[in-house]
T-cell receptor, first 114, second 112 residues
């Protein structure tokens, strides 16, 4: 199993550009989520999904869109990039929404918005 | 979720046990203690969790005091690959969004 994969690993954007961060998992997990990690801020939940076709907002959803058309994929779209979105983005999946111990993280995407 | 307090950093000799303390004096009866770690430039990795009893798995042991106000993560034989930031988290097991919130953590440096 590849586990949770994320692409790209690094990305530089200009303010106002849009892009999609890709996340895929091959463990048949129902539950997937997106976090951002900023220095001194820890992890913050952006959006999550409890299954294909179902998504919900986390703590910091503004400026981001998600969709879940398949169990495997959970892309994160930045609609109009802003410097405040410079961060490291982690995708996670789990076989249950019950319990942190079931959650596996991808390697992260480092995004710089100029 | 209850707040946790951890020392900002600690060093450990390779091959020795690393004992990482965590204070969570405001923990509620239904809140678990979770430990995660994050190796540089990687995603967080689950280590272990517990409610009341001490727990052990292939990675570590978790010792929770009887009053549950503090706990200790033990890495029995630290290796260089255990160098990471370790996070102690206290929260209910089921929470909307499976939200994982990290505090400052303890930066552990394993030295040869």
């Amino acid at each position: 199993n590849a586990g949770v994969t994320q692409t790209p690993k690094f990305q530089v954007l200009k303010t106002g550009q849009s892009m999609t961060l890709q996340c895929a998992q091959d463990m048949n997990h129902e539950y997937m989520s997106w976090y951002r990690q900023d220095p001194g801020m820890g992890l913050r939940l952006i959006h999550y999904s409890v299954g294909a076709g179902i998504t919900d907002q986390g703590e910091v959803p503004n400026g981001y869109n998600v969709s879940r058309s398949t169990t495997e994929d959970f892309p994160l779209r930045l609609l109009s990039a802003a410097p405040s979105q410079t961060s490291v983005y982690f995708c996670a999946s789990s076989y249950s929404h019950r319990g942190l111990e079931t959650q596996y993280f991808g390697p992260g995407t480092r995004l710089l918005v100029l | 979720d209850a707040k946790t307090t951890q020392p900002p950093s600690m060093d450990c000799a390779e091959g020795r046990a690393a004992n990482l303390p965590c204070n969570h004096s405001t923990i509620s009866g239904n809140e678990y203690v979770y430990w995660y770690r994050q190796i540089h430039s990687q995603g967080p990795q689950y280590i272990i969790h517990g409610l009341k009893n001490n727990e052990t798995n292939e990675m570590a042991s978790l010792i929770i005091t009887e009053d549950r106000k503090s706990s200790t993560l033990i890495l029995p034989h630290a290796t260089l690959r255990d160098t990471a930031v370790y996070y102690c988290i206290v929260r209910v097991r089921e929470a909307a969004g499976n939200k994982l919130t990290f505090g400052g953590g303890t930066r552990v440096l394993v030295k040869p």
